[in-house]
Nanobody, 123 residues
Framework: QVQLVESGGGLVQAGDSLRLSCLAS????????VGWFRQAPGKEREFVAA????????FYSDSVKGRFIISRDNAKNTEYLQMNSVKPEDTAVYYC????????????????WGQGTQVTVSS
């Protein structure tokens, strides 16, 4: 089993930056990809970004590419999502997720999930 705990959410203004963290514990050696999804009220959960745990290869949705940066610190078992130039449409609950096989942007393919952290961007 793997446990994921997010932190770093909050209220920011449009154009600001925010960094989310996701601490993984347990059988982290089994992980292949760790990523972020988000869900706004009344909308489906959507893929934001992911990173291959061992190689560091990154994947981004078109909506955040060029603004958000995903990274990881293997020694700390922590994944980060640096959110730059945030927009009101980035407002959502952000979830850290992890899987033990090849990358995919489909939320149903991820086995492990954190509890979520709220990000609110005011205009």
């Amino acid at each position: 089993q793997v446990q994921l705990v997010e932190s770093g959410g909050g209220l920011v203004q449009a154009g600001d930056s925010l960094r989310l963290s996701c601490l993984a514990s347990g059988r982290t050696f089994s992980l292949y990809a760790v990523g972020w999804f988000r869900q706004a009220p009344g909308k489906e959960r959507e893929f934001v970004a992911a990173i291959a745990w061992s190689t560091g290869r990154t994947f981004y949705s078109d909506s955040v590419k060029g603004r958000f940066i995903i990274s990881r610190d293997n020694a700390k078992n922590t994944e980060y999502l640096q959110m730059n130039s945030v927009k009101p449409e980035d407002t959502a609950v952000y979830y850290c997720a992890a899987k033990e096989s090849a990358f995919t942007g489909l939320s149903g393919e991820y086995k492990y999930w954190g509890q979520g952290t709220q990000v609110t961007v005011s205009s």
